[in-house]
Nanobody, 124 residues
Framework: QGQPVESGGGLVQPGGSLRLSCATS????????MGWFRQAPGKEREFVAA????????YYGDSAKGRFTISGDSARNTVFLQMSSLKPDDTAVYYC?????????????????WGQGTQVTVSS
């Protein structure tokens, strides 16, 4: 209960776009921040983007800058990741996370709750 649940992953051609969604149900209090991370086979989980509801501050990892946009609804603990100009290197399982995020937004340990992930495959 109260865990983030991702959706919207799939197969897309290079140069294409995809929109990921993350919803959290059954939670009575609002996350302070929510973020997206991704993990490719054989690699560590890396930061993609995050949003702090207070002030609507947005943060992006180097791989996402200029191509991805994070947005969401703080009242519903819902966050989206609009991805464009996708490359094969973007292929990974994308995870949504939320929590009080007292630490850096790009640090996995800053998040208390994690989704199961959604697969994104960029291939022709």
């Amino acid at each position: 209960q109260g865990q983030p649940v991702e959706s919207g992953g799939g197969l897309v051609q290079p140069g294409g776009s995809l929109r990921l969604s993350c919803a959290t149900s059954g939670r009575t209090f609002r996350f302070y921040a929510m973020g997206w991370f991704r993990q490719a086979p054989g690699k560590e989980r890396e930061f993609v983007a995050a949003i702090k509801w207070s002030g609507s501050m947005r943060y992006y990892g180097d791989s996402a800058k200029g191509r991805f946009t994070i947005s969401g609804d703080s009242a519903r603990n819902t966050v989206f990741l609009q991805m464009s100009s996708l490359k094969p290197d973007d292929t990974a399982v994308y995870y949504c996370a939320g929590g009080t995020v007292l630490g850096p937004v790009d640090n996995l340990s800053s998040y208390d709750y994690w989704g199961q992930g959604t697969q994104v495959t960029v291939s022709s």
